[in-house]
């Protein structure tokens, strides 16, 4: 997965609240980068609610299944396809053409095949 996304994870609020959160998006999400820190210098939150740094912005919620419908939602980009008109639908397409358009390369015993 080629994502410049990652999420920054606050040592006491594993412990407190979003346990399962990270553990869930570690199976969705192997290859994304997560980092647990022990301070993310989000003083006094650890304790009070569920939250991740999302590209060091604070993404917080009221319980742990809030926060894991945040952070899903934000990471739609990763599994569904583009929005017509933007620019990674603009390039996804130009690669499928570019790889239609590619002569198919045949292997030597179709070539075999099609002389006898």
């Not at 996304?5 to 290859?31: A, I, T």
């Not at 003083?43 to 319980?63: K, W, Y």
């Not at 569904?80 to 358009?101: K, N």
Request: proline share 7%; net charge negative.
């Amino acid at each position: 997965m080629a994502s410049s996304m990652g999420l920054k994870w606050c040592k006491k609020n594993l412990e407190h609240f979003s346990q399962p959160v990270y553990d869930l998006l570690r199976e969705e999400y192997p290859d994304l980068p997560m980092e647990i820190a022990d301070c993310v210098d989000a003083c006094g939150l650890c304790t009070d609610v569920p939250f991740a740094l999302r590209n060091n912005a604070i993404i917080a919620a009221r319980d742990a299944r809030g926060l894991y419908v945040k952070l899903k939602q934000g990471m739609s980009f990763l599994t569904e396809p583009a929005l017509p008109g933007t620019y990674a639908a603009v390039m996804a397409q130009t690669a499928a053409e570019e790889q239609a358009s590619s002569p198919n390369a045949s292997s030597p015993s179709d070539s075999q095949s099609a002389k006898e």
